[in-house]
């Protein structure tokens, strides 16, 4: 099982291996919405029968994140808006709490670490070489240190949970080079917020960077509204 990245747990049944790492790829983007799913290329790329392949893509249409076009077989499924929003609807109202709780709770280390992580990202960013993956870490990176700083753990737990379903959202933003700087600018004008305290410009600055989100990625995939879809 050698030749992709699957990182199996040893107590791992084969066909869950499968379905968690083409899962993580669809979600990561290393599978691309609209890309044909492949039996035996994917047995094949990672090593494994095609039994296992099967399995895995029934669960993955089962979770929406593939479907099954007649006589075109399986395809990862397109970004829609709704899917778009509701999951940043749900990362709005948890980040938005996060940073609530962090204005409150977060100490001097935790701010010279945000700090760190803003200028890594920054850094990151002024590449022209810059790798999408290692931007997407750092992003996540940033939001980690302010979840660490909720004294929530029930809050952290879910949203890591949330991670993986917004970390193909993040990616599909962060691919907009036009963006980047804005968002360095907006991690700057958190950070200043919760180093002063200032719950309410906190959590207002939070939700803006939110909304941008969603904007510049409805924008980048150019997602139609399932209504005009339909009325094609």
Known sequence: MSQQNMNPEEYMPLRDVVFYTLRRQILRGELKPGERLMEIALADRLGVSRTPIREAIRKLENEGLVIMIPRRGAHVAEITRQELNDVLEVRRSLEVLAISKACDYMTEKDIRELKEAEEAFA???????????VL?????HFHDIIYK????????????????????FRMEYLKD?????????????IVKALENRDKEEAT?????????Q????????DIKDQD???NR
Request: proline share 0%; no cysteine; net charge negative.
């Open 123 to 133: 850094i990151q960013i002024a590449r022209k070489d810059a790798d999408l993956t």
């Open 136 to 140: 997407g870490e750092a992003d996540e």
């Open 149 to 168: 700083g909720t004294n929530n753990r029930r809050l952290i737990q879910i949203l890591n949970n949330l991670r993986e379903q917004m970390y193909r």
């Open 177 to 189: 080079t036009d963006i980047r700087q804005t968002l360095v600018r907006e991690h700057d004008a």
């Open 204 to 212: 207002r600055l939070m939700s803006l960077h939110i909304d941008n």
């Open 214 to 221: 969603y904007r510049n990625i409805v924008r980048s995939l």
């Open 228 to 230: 005009e879809q339909e």
